[in-house]
């Protein structure tokens, strides 16, 4: 617990690479529990409790394990590698510390669901309590990198690089690791049949159909 | 290893033409320039497993070849005229130290490459829209393209550099070399307009669904019309 808590003390250590990836697995996993809990309990919705409990914490994983490769070259290249090990520890403590904002907020989301049986009103609760995560994941990793920056400004740029990337990875991901709630109409599945597309394009898709366009991008 | 502790080194910018010692090993660093390209390429044929007609292995072996043999035949058919006028109108730099140049910046550039690929086989296997994932990888392409610019131009400030006759490298004038490095500049324009002609020659890449399996296409547009044309596609235009 102490190294737990200390992923969000950035100032005072940081997180290592063991207690960051146990906050996202116990954390991502409890919140991607609460998730799907949505349709209860009953029959076989408890799988998608299971299914969300394991996908929350592969969305963290996978994205940081697709964008880090980029993320060190990138490091490198521009002259920073010396403190590689530093900025590693800063991405990583801000993986751990959204899965421990999600925990803290699963809570919430679990009282929702008992008052509101709407299935697009919880998709988008759920949008909201990611998106609080994600901000105060981005305010931790700042911390995590405020001596790196202050001793070399070039730090900034790599770490918005970072936030940029990882952004435009895991919207894609969780896209394709849909459905996280589960809709109680539709049986429980890890991935949902025809989901596998793309993000952008359907977002695309969808403001294109707004403004009275009748082209679909499904090619 | 050599190869990637050399490359290592090169990214690290560590890799000084000036410094005595530091040699630019040429053989090691191409090859890990080749595995590096061909692994990019790898991860752009990864389109290809989800052709509608089953998967076709095929697109990721082309891919192994092509992105390779881009960059090498894009430098075969700048360098010699890249040579000449350097000779004519300056720096005059020595040939062995113009291989080393363009070799160095390429290691930057499929280094980079290559750290994109995981995220562009990603997208590739989740996604079926072939305009969306074309302009996916022209953007991966350019982006690695700055770094070996920049790179590049790292390499001719260092080269630049006024320095005590002891370590002299490279004959050079460093009076007037800021100016004759125009044609170097001038180069790296030509590579990347001849780079991305040559990327059309040797498409597929990526593989339209809509379309057979292809080692190459027929003569037919420039990269620059594709590329719009693909713009215009994910616009809804096309």
Same mark, same amino acid.
């Given at each position: 617990?102490?190294?737990?808590?200390?992923?969000?003390?950035?100032?005072?250590?940081?997180?290592?690479?063991?207690?960051?990836?146990?906050?996202?697995?116990?954390?991502?996993?409890?919140?991607?529990?609460?998730?799907?809990?949505?349709?209860?309990?009953?029959?076989?919705?408890?799988?998608?409790?299971?299914?969300?409990?394991?996908?929350?914490?592969?969305?963290?994983?996978?994205?940081?394990?697709?964008?880090?490769?980029?993320?060190?070259?990138?490091?490198?290249?521009?002259?920073?590698?010396?403190?590689?090990?530093?900025?590693?520890?800063?991405?990583?403590?801000?993986?751990?510390?959204?899965?421990?904002?999600?925990?803290?907020?699963?809570?919430?989301?679990?009282?929702?669901?008992?008052?509101?049986?709407?299935?697009?009103?919880?998709?988008?609760?759920?949008?909201?309590?990611?998106?609080?995560?994600?901000?105060?994941?981005?305010?931790?990793?700042?911390?995590?990198?405020?001596?790196?920056?202050?001793?070399?400004?070039?730090?900034?740029?790599?770490?918005?690089?970072?936030?940029?990337?990882?952004?435009?990875?895991?919207?894609?991901?969780?896209?394709?690791?849909?459905?996280?709630?589960?809709?109680?109409?539709?049986?429980?599945?890890?991935?949902?049949?025809?989901?596998?597309?793309?993000?952008?394009?359907?977002?695309?898709?969808?403001?294109?159909?707004?403004?009275?366009?009748?082209?679909?991008?499904?090619? | 290893?050599?190869?990637?502790?050399?490359?290592?080194?090169?990214?690290?910018?560590?890799?000084?033409?000036?410094?005595?010692?530091?040699?630019?090993?040429?053989?090691?660093?191409?090859?890990?320039?080749?595995?590096?390209?061909?692994?990019?390429?790898?991860?752009?044929?990864?389109?290809?497993?989800?052709?509608?007609?089953?998967?076709?292995?095929?697109?990721?072996?082309?891919?192994?070849?092509?992105?390779?043999?881009?960059?090498?035949?894009?430098?075969?058919?700048?360098?010699?005229?890249?040579?000449?006028?350097?000779?004519?109108?300056?720096?005059?730099?020595?040939?062995?130290?113009?291989?080393?140049?363009?070799?160095?910046?390429?290691?930057?550039?499929?280094?980079?490459?290559?750290?994109?690929?995981?995220?562009?086989?990603?997208?590739?296997?989740?996604?079926?829209?072939?305009?969306? #994932?074309?302009?996916?990888?022209?953007? $991966? @392409? !350019? =982006?690695? %393209?700055?770094?070996?610019?920049?790179? +590049? /131009?790292?390499?001719?400030?260092?080269?630049?550099?006024?320095?005590?006759?002891?370590?002299?490298?490279?004959?050079?004038?460093?009076?007037?070399?800021?100016?004759?490095?125009? #044609?170097?500049?001038?180069?790296?324009? $030509? @590579? !990347? =307009?001849? %780079?991305?002609?040559?990327?059309?020659? +040797? /498409?597929?890449?990526?593989?339209?669904?809509?379309?057979?399996?292809?080692?190459?296409?027929?003569?037919?547009?420039?990269?620059?019309?594709?590329?719009?044309?693909?713009?215009?596609?994910?616009?809804?235009?096309?």
């Amino acid at each position: 617990m102490r190294a737990l808590d200390a992923i969000l003390r950035p100032t005072a250590g940081g997180a290592r690479l063991g207690p960051a990836v146990v906050a996202v697995v116990l954390g991502g996993g409890g919140y991607g529990a609460v998730m799907g809990s949505f349709g209860g309990l009953a029959g076989d919705r408890g799988l998608q409790i299971v299914f969300s409990a394991v996908k929350v914490p592969l969305l963290l994983l996978l994205t940081t394990g697709l964008a880090l490769p980029s993320f060190f070259v990138l490091n490198t290249v521009l002259g920073l590698r010396r403190d590689w090990p530093t900025a590693l520890r800063a991405v990583l403590g801000a993986q751990g510390a959204v899965a421990i904002v999600l925990a803290a907020l699963a809570p919430y989301t679990a009282v929702w669901y008992a008052s509101s049986g709407n299935y697009h009103r919880a998709t988008t609760v759920n949008g909201g309590m990611f998106l609080i995560a994600a901000v105060a994941a981005q305010w931790v990793l700042r911390q995590y990198y405020a001596p790196l920056v202050a001793a070399d400004r070039r730090h900034r740029a790599v770490m918005r690089g970072w936030l940029i990337l990882y952004a435009f990875v895991a919207i894609q991901l969780g896209w394709v690791l849909r459905p996280f709630i589960g809709d109680p109409a539709l049986p429980p599945t890890f991935f949902r049949a025809g989901a596998w597309g793309n993000a952008y394009v359907v977002v695309a898709d969808i403001v294109w159909k707004a403004f009275g366009g009748t082209v679909t991008w499904s090619r | 290893m050599q190869a990637f502790r050399e490359l290592d080194r090169v990214l690290r910018g560590e890799a000084r033409f000036g410094d005595l010692g530091v040699v630019i090993p040429l053989g090691p660093l191409l090859r890990v320039n080749v595995l590096l390209a061909a692994t990019y390429g790898v991860c752009m044929g990864v389109y290809g497993l989800l052709w509608p007609d089953g998967p076709e292995w095929r697109q990721m072996v082309a891919g192994a070849v092509k992105v390779p043999a881009l960059f090498l035949l894009t430098l075969l058919v700048t360098f010699p005229s890249l040579y000449v006028f350097n000779t004519l109108l300056g720096p005059r730099l020595q040939l062995g130290v113009f291989l080393r140049l363009g070799v160095t910046a390429l290691s930057v550039l499929t280094a980079v490459l290559s750290a994109f690929g995981p995220i562009t086989a990603f997208f590739s296997v989740t996604t079926a829209n072939y305009a969306f #994932v074309v302009l996916l990888n022209v953007a $991966v @392409f !350019a =982006l690695a %393209g700055v770094f070996g610019l920049g790179c +590049l /131009r790292n390499l001719l400030v260092e080269l630049a550099r006024p320095r005590a006759a002891d370590e002299d490298f490279v004959v050079l004038e460093p009076a007037k070399s800021g100016r004759k490095f125009g #044609v170097i500049y001038a180069w790296m324009f $030509v @590579f !990347a =307009l001849v %780079g991305g002609q040559m990327s059309w020659l +040797l /498409r597929p890449f990526i593989g339209s669904p809509d379309l057979p399996f292809a080692w190459l296409r027929p003569r037919d547009g420039s990269f620059f019309e594709g590329v719009l044309h693909a713009a215009k596609l994910l616009l809804g235009a096309g």
